[in-house]
C-alpha cells in the first residue's frame, strides 16, 4: 500500500512557465512533508518542506502547498529553469518511535523544461 | 550545511562475495541514519533505521542476516550485502539526521552490481 504518491510519471513545461508537481498521502499521522529534487546516479537533495500546521511556504521560486483536508500537497516552481530539470520526490515524516522520525517517499516525478 | 559522504559511488562485484559501504557525517553528529534502496524508476525504498550505538530496525521485508548494518559512532553508518546475488544490484542510499526530524541530508547514493 503506497502512502505517498506522485500519480504523474513525467511533466514538461516550457521555460519561464510554472511548473506544478503534485502529491498525495492517505496516513494521517504524517506530519512534515518534503520535496527533494534527485539527478541520476545522485542521492536526493532537499528543495522544502512544510509542517503540517501550515498550509504554505515559500522559498525563492519554490513554493509549496499543503492541504490536509485533502491529503495533498504540491510544489510550484516559478518561473521554470532548464536547470530544474530532474526527478522530483514527495515524501512525508511520521514519528516512529524512540526519537525517530521515519520518511516515506512517493515514485517521483520526472520535470523537464524546456528552453 | 550538513554533509553526508556516502562510498564507494559505484562497485561492482562477484556473485557470493560481500560489499560494504561507508555512510559518514562529515560536519555534524547523526544520531539517525537511514539506509535506503531504489529500484530503476521506482521510488526510494527504506531499508533500515540505525541509532548509534544500537542495533538497526528494519522494514519488513529486509533480510537482517544480508543487510547488516552497523552504526558504531555518531559520524559513520556501514551497510554491508553479504552473499551477494545478482538481485541485489541496486541503488542504495544513505541519509543521516540529528534527530527529532530536524532535517535529512542524503549521501550521493552507491549504485552496486553483482556479476
Known amino acids: 500500500d503506497q502512502q505517498v504518491k506522485q500519480n504523474s510519471p513525467s511533466l514538461s513545461v516550457q521555460e519561464g512557465r510554472i511548473s506544478i508537481l503534485n502529491c498525495d498521502y492517505t496516513?494521517?499521522?504524517?506530519?512534515?512533508f518534503l520535496w527533494y529534487k534527485k539527478y541520476p546516479a545522485e542521492g536526493p537533495t532537499f528543495l522544502i518542506s512544510?509542517?503540517?500546521?501550515?498550509d504554505k511556504n515559500e522559498d525563492g521560486r519554490f513554493t509549496v502547498f499543503l492541504n490536509k483536508s485533502a491529503k495533498h500537497l504540491s510544489l510550484h516552481i516559478v518561473p521554470s529553469q532548464p536547470g530544474d530539470s530532474a526527478v522530483y520526490f514527495c515524501?512525508?515524516?511520521?514519528?516512529?518511535?524512540?526519537?525517530?522520525?521515519?520518511?516515506?517517499f512517493g515514485k517521483g516525478t520526472l520535470l523537464t523544461v524546456n528552453p | 550545511g550538513a554533509v553526508v559522504s556516502q562510498h564507494p559511488s559505484r562497485v561492482i562485484c562477484k556473485s557470493g562475495t560481500s560489499v560494504k559501504i561507508e555512510c559518514r557525517s562529515l560536519?555534524?553528529?547523526?544520531?539517525?541514519m537511514f539506509w535506503y534502496r531504489q529500484f530503476p524508476k521506482q521510488s526510494l525504498m527504506l531499508m533500515a533505521t540505525?541509532?548509534?550505538?544500537?542495533?538497526?530496525?528494519?522494514e519488513q521485508g529486509v533480510e537482517k542476516d544480508k543487510f547488516l548494518i552497523n552504526h558504531a559512532s555518531l559520524t559513520l553508518s556501514t551497510l554491508t550485502v553479504t552473499s551477494a546475488h545478482p538481485e541485489d544490484s541496486s541503488f542504495y542510499i544513505c541519509?543521516?539526521?540529528?534527530?527529532?526530524?530536524?532535517?535529512?541530508?542524503f549521501g550521493s547514493g552507491t549504485r552496486l552490481t553483482v556479476v
Open positions: 541519509s543521516a539526521t540529528k534527530g527529532q526530524g530536524l532535517g535529512y541530508t
Open positions: 496516513n494521517s499521522m504524517f506530519d512534515y
Open positions: 512544510i509542517s503540517s500546521i501550515k
Open positions: 515524501a512525508a515524516s511520521a514519528y516512529s518511535g524512540g526519537s525517530n522520525y521515519k520518511l516515506t
Open positions: 560536519d555534524f553528529q547523526a544520531t539517525t
Open positions: 540505525s541509532n548509534e550505538g544500537s542495533k538497526a530496525t528494519y
